[in-house]
Nanobody, 115 residues
Framework: QVQLVESGGGLVQAGGSLRLSCAAS????????MGWYRQAPGKQRELVAH???????NYADSVKGRFTISRDNAKNTVYLQMNSLKPEDTAVYYC?????????WGQGSQVTVSS
């Protein structure tokens, strides 16, 4: 059974930084693609970044150059380093594990950026 536990969200001023972590249980982490998504109030959930099991990364245009996704297979953990945060980054951030076309989701972590 896969469980994803997120941590690291919170309130930060514009221009500040936060790091989200997502710890995964189970044995498929190292062969899965890991991603971070976010959903702002009244908006659809959108992809922020993902990293494959070969460490290939992809970012939404809105976060390129500011956010960095990384993974530590020894710890079954994926990270999202968020720098130069903007008020429009305010959302609930979700960790997602994708394996065999199945998505497993974390519970979500609130990130609030004040202006």
């Amino acid at each position: 059974q896969v469980q994803l536990v997120e941590s690291g969200g919170g309130l930060v001023q514009a221009g500040g930084s936060l790091r989200l972590s997502c710890a995964a249980s189970g044995s498929i982490f190292t062969i899965s693609t890991m991603g971070w998504y976010r959903q702002a109030p009244g908006k659809q959930r959108e992809l922020v970044a993902h990293i494959t099991n070969q460490y290939s990364t992809n970012y939404a245009d809105s976060v390129k150059g500011r956010f960095t996704i990384s993974r530590d297979n020894a710890k079954n953990t994926v990270y999202l380093q968020m720098n130069s945060l903007k008020p429009e980054d305010t959302a609930v951030y979700y960790c997602c594990m994708t394996f065999a076309r199945i998505n497993y989701w974390g519970q979500g972590s609130q990130v609030t950026v004040s202006s």
